[in-house]
C-alpha cells in the first residue's frame, strides 16, 4: 500500500492511500495511525538531555539481563554502598564550615520572629538514599583505564544515534506495526570516514525504510543512486528531480563505473555546472571567476572537468537531477580518410552533434537538417589549412547558433588560443609573443595554465568575450538574468 501526504500553503494536508498512482483515493482520517508509524530524529541533537530521559529505561534494560549470580553481588555491593554513604554524610555535615556556615543567617532569623528560636537552617547532602543516587549516574567515557568527559560534538552525535538505535531495537514490535524512520543529517561534525561509516552503520540496523537527509557528498556515495532523491526548489515549492527515486539515476550513473567519484561531490547538490573538457579549462574558469569577483560557492555553481568520460553522460545525469548546465569544447578540425580520398572535418561541432544524434539531448531538427556530411569537406592533401570553407560554413554557423540556444558553445579554436588572442587586445601582445604563449600553454597544460592564472594578468576584460558565454549562459538558465544584474 502507497500512503502520500499532500499539502498545501493555506490548506490542510491530505492523506492519500491506494495501491499505485491510477487508485490513490483521499482520506479524511487517519485510519492507519494504530499500524503505522514514524520515528525521527531532527538535527536538534541534546545528548545530555536525551540520556536523562533515557537513562532510566537503559538502566532497567541493564538489570533484566543479569544473570542470577549477578543480581546477588550487586545487592551485596549496593548495601555496602549505602553504609558507606551514611557514614561520608555524616562525616560532612560535622565538618566545622559545613557545621557554621549559616549560623549568621540563623542569628538575623531569630531577630525577625520567634518562631526561628526551636530550630536552625544548616547544610546538608543532597542525597541520603544510594539507589537513587545509583539512578543518578551521569555520562563518561572511559580511555586506557582513564575516565574523562564526554566532549565533541561530533562524538556525541554518535553517542546519541547509538543510543537511539539501541532504543529501536529494543522496542521493536514488528508483528503488531510498521515502523519507517527518519534521520536529519546524520553527518553532524563527523569527518569524511566517520560520515560514512555512520550512514552505513545505521542502514545495516534497520530492515524498515530509513529515510535520511543530507548536505554530505560522503553519505551519498555509499547509497545506491536510485534511493537517492535530490530535492530542488522550482517556483516557491520543493520538488524532487525525477519525480524522486529513479531507475533511471542509477542506469545514468553506471556509465561512469570506476569514475564515480568525478561527480559525487557536486552532483547531488549545485543549482548549475559548467563542463569542461580537462583540468586547463577547469583551472581557468575557476581563475576567470575569481577575477570577475563571482563567487561559485555562493552561487552554488560548480565547475567539472570531464576527462576520459566525455559530454554525455554529465548531461544526461544533469537532465535527471533537473540541474542547468552549459559546456564548452575545442573547435577541432582533424583529417580522415574515406573511399581512398582525404577530408577535413569539423570534430568539435561534430562532438556536439552527436548529442543530438545519441538522443542525449532532443531535437529532431538538428538531426533531420544537418548530418555530418555538412560537417566534412574533401582536401588534396592532409597539409592543406584547416580553415571552414565558405560553402560549409553557413550551415555550420546555423548548427552553432544552435547549440548555443542549448548552452553548448564551441571555442574558436581551443582554449589556449582563444584566450591568448582574446586577452592580447588588452594586455598588447604582440603576435610572436601570442605564438610564444599559445605554444608554452599547448605543453603541460595544466600545469602551464596554473602558472599563467597565478601571472599578475587581469581577465576583466574577458567579461563580453565570447570565452565567458557558458558563465553568462548558466547565470540567465539559473537565475532569469544576465550575469551582470545578478550584482
Known amino acids: 500500500m502507497i500512503i502520500k501526504f499532500f499539502k498545501e500553503k493555506g490548506k490542510p494536508y491530505v492523506i492519500y492511500c491506494g495501491f499505485n498512482s491510477e487508485t490513490m483515493t483521499a482520506f479524511e482520517n487517519r485510519f492507519y495511525i494504530r499500524r503505522l508509524f514514524m520515528e525521527c530524529v531532527d538535527t ?44 561520608i554524610n555524616k562525616s560532612i555535615e560535622e565538618l566545622s564550615y559545613i557545621e557554621k556556615a549559616l549560623d549568621v543567617v540563623n542569628d538575623e532569623l531569630k531577630e525577625i520572629s520567634t518562631h526561628h528560636s526551636k530550630g536552625a537552617l544548616g547544610f546538608t547532602v543532597p542525597e541520603t538514599d544510594m539507589s ?83 548536505h554530505s557528498p560522503f553519505i551519498g556515495t555509499d547509497f545506491i543512486p536510485k534511493d537517492i532523491i535530490k530535492l530542488k526548489k522550482n517556483d516557491g515549492k520543493t ?37 569542461v573538457e580537462g583540468p586547463s579549462e577547469k583551472i581557468f574558469y575557476q581563475a576567470l571567476c575569481n577575477d570577475l569577483d563571482i563567487d561559485l560557492d555562493f552561487y552554488n555553481f560548480s565547475i567539472i572537468s570531464t576527462a576520459g568520460v566525455g559530454f554525455a553522460p554529465f548531461i544526461k545525469m544533469c537532465q535527471l537531477l533537473e540541474i542547468p548546465f552549459s559546456l564548452r569544447t575545442d573547435n577541432d578540425i582533424f583529417n580522415k580518410k574515406r573511399d581512398g580520398k582525404s577530408y577535413h572535418y569539423c570534430s568539435g561541432v561534430n562532438r556536439l552533434h552527436k548529442l543530438f544524434r545519441d538522443k542525449v539531448i532532443d531535437d529532431e531538427g538538428v538531426i533531420t537538417d544537418y548530418n555530418e556530411i555538412d560537417l566534412e569537406w574533401v582536401v588534396k592533401s592532409h597539409e592543406e589549412p584547416k580553415i571552414v ?29 582563444d584566450l591568448v588572442c582574446q586577452l592580447s587586445l588588452s594586455e598588447g601582445w604582440d603576435e610572436d ?50 550575469r551582470e544584474n545578478q550584482e
Open 389 to 417: 570553407p565558405a560553402f560549409k560554413s553557413q550551415k555550420i554557423t546555423e548548427l552553432k547558433d544552435i547549440f548555443e540556444s542549448k548552452g553548448l558553445f564551441l571555442a574558436d579554436t581551443d582554449l589556449e588560443e
Open 239 to 275: 520538488t524532487a528531480a525525477s519525480n524522486g527515486a529513479s531507475e533511471k539515476i542509477s542506469v545514468g550513473f553506471d556509465e561512469f563505473n570506476y569514475r564515480l567519484d568525478l561527480i559525487t561531490s557536486d552532483l547531488f547538490f549545485v543549482d548549475g555546472m559548467i563542463l
Open 44 to 87: 536538534n541533537r541534546d545528548l545530555n538531555k536525551f540520556i536523562k530521559k533515557e537513562k532510566s529505561t537503559l538502566l532497567v534494560n541493564a538489570k533484566k539481563s543479569r544473570k542470577e549470580e549477578q543480581i546477588e553481588k550487586d545487592n551485596v555491593l549496593e548495601k555496602r554502598l549505602q553504609s558507606k554513604l551514611s557514614r
Open 132 to 214: 537513587k543516587i545509583l539512578s543518578d549516574v551521569s555520562l563518561s567515557f572511559k580511555e586506557d583505564g582513564q575516565k574523562i568527559g564526554v566532549g565533541g560534538d561530533g562524538k556525541n552525535n554518535q553517542i546519541f544515534l547509538a543510543t537511539w538505535v539501541s532504543k529501536q531495537a529494543l522496542n521493536d514490535n514488528s508483528d503488531e506495526y510498521v515502523c519507517f524512520y527518519a534521520i536529519e543529517e546524520p553527518e553532524s561534525h563527523l569527518h569524511p570516514h566517520q560520515q560514512r561509516k555512520l550512514s552505513s552503520y545505521i542502514m545495516d540496523k534497520f530492515d524498515s525504510q530509513i529515510f535520511l537527509t543530507s
Open 433 to 482: 609573443c601570442q605564438k610564444t604563449l599559445i605554444k608554452k600553454l599547448k605543453e603541460k597544460k595544466a600545469t602551464n595554465m596554473y602558472d599563467f592564472v597565478r601571472r599578475e594578468i587581469s581577465f576583466t576584460s574577458l567579461k563580453d568575450k565570447d570565452i565567458f558565454k557558458p558563465i553568462s549562459y548558466l547565470f540567465k538558465e539559473v537565475y532569469g538574468l544576465e
